[in-house]
């Protein structure tokens, strides 16, 4: 079984390809099923104890829906909500596919139609803020199940606007801060997951997010 690593170089995702990974596993003690409802009853968790609001995701390829986890990252899901209401996110892309792990959007510099300040993958809102990473929530012992949304960075404490949708359940190590799941039009993140991409993960047909509000 091979993995993947999530490397950032200044502000931009670096992921070496894996040829395959197993979702669950059987050990001595185990089962498929038996890990998969503990998945369940933990992604349950989560969101009983979490979604406040509800962010749409307007794009070319349809709608995409995710519940925010306030109560394990505030200051994430406010900064999020802050840059939506303000419009930041709208005609921008989702400028990396990475089969089978993320797609990654959230970046200026990546949009034909916005300013840009540097290469696709390092921009951001001009801000850095720190990390929410604390081992006693929810979403972080859940870990990086499909759907899960959480925010790309450079290091510690490097948050600024973007963010990655999970594409399939995968140990990730706890760098980045989890702070919502998708709720609605999973199928169209599967759908922008499948698209064909460059040498540099970037999708041949322009992913775009025509629109992010708040419900």
């Known amino acids: 079984m091979s993995t993947k690593n999530i490397?950032?170089?200044t502000g931009v995702i670096a992921i070496a390809a894996a040829a395959s990974y197993?979702?669950?596993?059987?050990?001595?003690?185990?089962?498929?099923r038996a890990d998969r409802e503990t998945a369940e009853r933990s992604t349950a968790s989560v969101a009983d104890s979490n979604g406040l609001h509800r962010i749409a995701l307007k794009?070319?390829?349809?709608?995409?829906?995710f519940?925010?986890?306030d109560a394990d990252a505030p200051k994430t899901v406010e900064n999020f909500l802050k840059l939506a209401r303000e419009g930041f996110y709208d005609d921008l892309t989702f400028h990396r596919?990475?089969?089978?792990?993320?797609?990654?959007?959230g970046d200026p510099n990546c949009s034909p139609s916005a300013s840009s300040t540097g290469p696709c993958g390092a921009g951001g809102p001009g801000y850095a803020f720190e990390d929410e990473l604390n081992p006693e929530t929810a979403s972080y012992k859940a870990g990086y199940k499909k759907g899960v949304v959480a925010m790309a960075n450079a290091g510690p404490d490097t948050n600024g606007s973007q963010f990655f949708i999970v594409l399939e359940d995968?140990?990730?190590?706890?760098?980045?801060t989890i702070f919502g799941k998708v709720v609605k039009g999973q199928e169209i993140v599967d759908t922008i997951g499948r698209l064909s991409v460059d040498s540099n993960d970037k999708p041949l047909s322009?992913?775009?997010i025509e629109q992010v509000t708040v419900e």
Request: glycine fraction near 16%.
């Open 7 to 9: 490397f950032m170089i």
């Open 22 to 32: 197993g979702l669950y596993r059987l050990t001595g003690g185990g089962s498929l």
């Open 59 to 65: 794009t070319n390829y349809g709608a995409i829906q």
């Open 67 to 69: 519940e925010t986890y």
């Open 97 to 105: 596919v990475v089969k089978g792990f993320v797609i990654q959007g």
């Open 170 to 176: 995968y140990p990730l190590p706890h760098n980045y």
């Open 206 to 208: 322009p992913v775009v």
